[in-house]
């Protein structure tokens, strides 16, 4: 089963920011945060992901709270083509084994 | 990042025919690869991890007679759907690992009549 709790669904204005949550309570101390996307049809985008600090690349940034019991995955400037099934996934890189959850359909309206 | 392709990215068939899809890593190497199943409206279904040069390893309730899986290079694997039926329509999607990133591949849509 996965690890992570994420809201079915949001909205968001586009050019205003996406603040997409996620729940990884029983998260263990070597696993990792990533996040990917799938714009319908396609195969997942890997967006980001971190450990315990903060990151920021060109896509997204990651914001882990200190007790790495939760996420917030931040699109700064949503546009339409943001529109997609995001998935929060905890994961050991030692294996890769991926489990994905149901993620959050995130509808970017103009 | 590194790229993964699948070929063929449709394909169409009659029940009870085979279907190979193949799953390439083009610009890195995939000691371990990973095939999932993806019905609509639904998220991706684990079906096997793929190991090169070794047998693949199937998740509960994944027939591993019906979904035949080779692992030959580290830069190929495949997946045969045997016998395929109307309920083995689905989205089929391969991932290989790289460094701290899985890649996944675009996915190919299977359609048996």
């Known amino acids: 089963d996965a690890k992570t709790t994420q809201p079915p669904s949001m909205d968001c204005a586009e050019g205003r920011a996406a603040n997409l949550p996620c729940n990884h309570s029983?998260?263990?101390?070597?696993?990792?945060v990533y996040w990917y996307r799938q714009i319908h049809s396609q195969g997942p985008q890997y967006i980001i992901h971190?450990?315990?600090n903060n990151e920021t690349n060109e896509m997204a940034s990651l914001i882990i709270t200190e007790d790495r019991k939760s996420s917030t995955l931040i699109l700064p400037h949503a546009t339409l083509r943001d529109t997609a099934v995001y998935y929060c996934?905890?994961?050991?890189?030692?294996?890769?084994?991926?489990?994905f959850g149901a993620g959050t359909r995130l509808f970017v309206k103009a | 990042g590194a790229v993964v392709s699948q070929h063929p990215s449709w394909v169409i068939c009659k029940s009870g025919t085979s279907v190979k899809i193949e799953c390439r890593s083009l610009?890195?190497?995939?000691?371990?690869m990973f095939w999932y199943r993806q019905f609509p409206k639904q998220s991706l279904m684990l079906m096997a991890t793929?190991?090169?040069?070794?047998?693949?390893?199937?998740e509960q309730g994944v027939e591993k007679d019906k979904f035949l899986i080779n692992h030959a290079s580290l830069t190929l694997s495949t997946l045969t759907v045997t016998s395929a039926h109307p309920e083995d329509s689905s989205f089929y999607i391969c991932?290989?690992?790289?460094?701290?990133?899985?890649?996944f591949g675009p996915g190919t849509r299977l359609t048996v009549l």
């Open positions: 029983t998260i263990s101390g070597n696993e990792y």
């Open positions: 996934i905890v994961l050991n890189t030692g294996g890769f084994k991926t489990i």
């Open positions: 793929s190991n090169e040069g070794s047998k693949a390893t199937y």
């Open positions: 991932s290989g690992g790289a460094t701290n990133e899985q890649f």
């Open positions: 971190g450990l315990k």
């Open positions: 610009d890195f190497q995939a000691t371990t």
